[in-house]
């Protein structure tokens, strides 16, 4: 759940959740947590999250806790939003990639995912049959036997 705060013109920074005014490093804290924040502005709604967080790295770094690389913080303003947006899509291929690598070499996942591809091909055969049959039922011909298909009561009848 996404913790709303609202920021007054005094930069005051108020948790409606806690209904209690809060400060930037309660905030770092909360969001070091994992927790989720929304920073709004009193007066007119609109969203100042993005300037918060900024504010809040900002004054971290003065204090010498500087987490962030300063190449990241220089391709952060020369590409903007690009840049976070391909890194986190790198992260993610390079977590996938490696997520399906280990998975692969686990033999059940391995055999259960042949197992799906027999599955799959035995599932596309019956619906083939399923729809001759149906063809056969519209038309009134009896359907063609396959070579290798196995006779039935009903072919011997005929």
Known sequence: MVRTIKRYGSRKLYDIQESRYVSLAELAGWIREGQEIRVIENTDGSDVTTQTLIHI???????????????????????????????VERVQSGVDSVMRRSLDRLEPVREAREEITRLKERLATLERSIAELEATRDTGTPPKRRKGAARTPSDDSA
Do not use: A
């Not at 004054?59 to 840049?83: A, D, M, Q, V």
């Open 57 to 87: 790295i900002s004054k971290e770094g003065r204090r010498g806790r500087g987490f962030l690389p300063s190449e990241l913080l220089h391709n952060l303003i020369r590409f903007g939003e690009r840049t976070v947006t391909t890194g």
